[in-house]
């Protein structure tokens, strides 16, 4: 209701003060607060506020810098403890061959059967977490399982059974269980990548067993060192040699061993070439040369097989090429090389650091391959005529069509006499 001056209809131009029931003072009373200026109770409580955004920063910044976060993710710190405690591995390439070694084993076929997992689907989510360790350490693994099953083809719940297997053999071991982010952890993550980040997946670490190592490591020679005693001995043996005889110590001029006079003697002499110093010809068997696209093939299948180079002579690997029925003129040793490393990829395999029998291995391996499809190189050849052929399609058409189109020549002539008709024209 409002108050009436004096009995007038107007009410009074004087401000009328309402006291408002929910925070007990009137909008003049705070207008006339803010007015006066902050106090120093708001001043207090800005600055506590600044002094702990300043301080949440510092603790972020060195949270990061502690944990040494990479990646386009947040992964869990491991506490300093234990990352001392966790050995590191052998190497990308050896722990890889040491999982398989173990997963081929009667242990790692048992504990595979017990979790519920073939020993390829093992061995492809171990390869897949390899690819994601630190190369020098084999730390580091926080891809989520998810990305891991993707990665290896697989379910979540194979990635699952797998890692039960690696740290059932002792080849891995889970540093920290994946959970959700602190808010200090969350706000960290924030400044790490940019974006929210509410949950970090397990951080796990490849590691190689002393045991695994020493089993699967050849066995060291230790080298013997001549003494002091022998040395001299030799030394003076040599020393006498020279002065008494031209020969070998220890063997006189006439020794069927060191006497290369008597041996030439022997053999021209002999019964056995008696036919032949009678003017007899003599019966030489000279094998086939084997064909040169052949031994090219099979340096250059040595050359990019780094396993291979411990074969003895080329010509084995050219008996295997040619008793396979693989078309060396369609496939050079580069393509065979290209198509058996996709072949042990799609098994999941990794080629092995040596070979004991090279030439059975490599028998092997061809003799599970089709041969019959085209060649990489056939393939690439293949491609290039295809898009030379189109290519060449699309320069016909261009030119068809820029031979439809009239010479400029030709344009102005017609317009003019279209200008003519038209000047010509009488209007109706």
């Not at 993550?189 to 067993?209: D, K």
């Not at 020969?247 to 006079?261: A, D, H, N, Y």
């Not at 699309?394 to 008709?421: C, F, G, N, W």
Request: glycine residues 6%.
């Amino acid at each position: 209701m409002q108050v009436l001056s004096q009995g007038s209809s107007h009410p009074e131009p004087g401000t009328t003060d309402h006291k408002n029931s929910t925070f007990g003072a009137s909008h003049t009373d705070a207008a006339a607060k803010t007015a006066a200026g902050p106090t120093t109770e708001d001043t207090d409580e800005w600055a506590k506020a600044v002094r702990e955004a300043t301080e949440n920063v510092a603790r972020i910044e060195a949270l990061n810098a502690e944990s040494g976060q990479r990646g386009n993710s947040w992964a869990l710190p491991v506490t300093t403890g234990r990352r001392a405690r966790t050995p590191i591995w052998s190497g990308r390439a050896q722990w890889q061959h040491q999982v398989r070694t173990l997963l081929n084993s009667p242990t790692g076929t048992e504990i595979c059967k017990k979790n519920t997992i073939s020993t390829e689907a093992a061995f492809a989510v171990a390869v897949t977490h390899a690819c994601f360790a630190e190369g020098k350490t084999g730390r580091g693994v926080t891809a989520s399982r998810e990305t891991i099953a993707n990665r290896a083809g697989v379910s979540v719940s194979v990635v699952k059974r797998a890692r039960r297997v690696l740290g059932a053999l002792g080849m891995a071991v889970e540093q920290e269980r994946g959970r959700y982010l602190t808010k200090l952890e969350s706000m960290a993550a924030e400044a790490h990548h940019g974006h929210r980040q509410f949950r970090a997946a397990s951080v796990w670490a490849l590691i190689s067993p002393r045991a695994a190592v020493q089993a699967l490591a050849p066995p060291m020679k230790k080298a013997t060192r001549a003494t002091r005693a022998a040395l001299r001995s030799a030394a003076y043996r040599a020393r006498t040699a020279s002065r008494t005889s031209p020969q070998t110590g220890g063997r006189g001029p006439l020794s069927p061993s060191g006497g290369f006079v008597l041996q030439s003697l022997v053999f021209k002499f002999s019964p056995t070439h008696a036919h032949t110093r009678a003017g007899k010809p003599k019966n030489q068997q000279k094998s086939t040369p084997r064909p040169i696209m052949l031994q090219r093939t099979a340096a250059q299948l040595i050359a990019h097989i780094p396993a291979l180079k411990t074969t003895k002579h080329v010509g084995q690997i050219c008996d295997v090429l040619a008793n396979t029925d693989i078309d060396v003129t369609r496939w050079t040793g580069r393509d065979i090389a290209r198509e058996l490393t996709t072949d042990t990829q799609s098994r999941g395999w990794v080629w092995p650091a040596q070979l004991t029998r090279p030439t059975a291995f490599l028998r092997w391996r061809l003799a599970r391959i089709d041969w019959s499809q085209p060649s990489p190189a056939e393939r690439s050849r293949e491609n290039d005529r295809t898009r030379l052929a189109e290519q060449a399609a699309r320069r016909r058409e261009a030119r068809e069509r820029d031979s439809h189109v009239a010479h400029a020549h030709t344009r102005a002539d017609i317009m003019k006499q279209l200008r003519e008709q038209l000047s010509a024209r009488t209007p109706a």
